[in-house]
Nanobody, 119 residues
Framework: QVQLVESGGGLVQAGGSLRLSCAAS????????MGWYRQAPGYQRELVAT???????NYADSVKGRFTISRDNNKNTVFLQMNGLKPEDTAVYYC?????????????WGQGTQVTVSS
């Protein structure tokens, strides 16, 4: 089991910055991938940025050059630095951890944190 707790959301004006954090607990050694997704009202949940165990990163085209995903050395906290925020970035941001347990992959989601960007 893996538990995820997100923090750092809030209300910011367009052009501003926020930093989201996602702290993982439980069987951290089983985590093979972590990332951030978001869901705006009326839209499907979409990938924002992911971090693989191999160290590579993947970003949605809409956030490239503005958002940066990173993690601490213990790999139990993932961050999302969001700069140059736009009103269209408004959404609930969710942290995802994929864990490999007994040969099976499990997906764990955080509770989500609201990001609202005003124009």
């Amino acid at each position: 089991q893996v538990q995820l707790v997100e923090s750092g959301g809030g209300l910011v004006q367009a052009g501003g910055s926020l930093r989201l954090s996602c702290a993982a607990s439980g069987i951290i050694s089983s985590i093979v991938d972590m990332g951030w997704y978001r869901q705006a009202p009326g839209y499907q949940r979409e990938l924002v940025a992911t971090f693989t165990s191999g160290g590579s990163t993947n970003y949605a085209d809409s956030v490239k050059g503005r958002f940066t995903i990173s993690r601490d050395n213990n790999k139990n906290t993932v961050f999302l630095q969001m700069n140059g925020l736009k009103p269209e970035d408004t959404a609930v941001y969710y942290c995802l951890a994929e864990a490999l347990l007994l040969g099976k992959t499990y997906a764990y989601w955080g509770q989500g944190t609201q990001v609202t960007v005003s124009s």
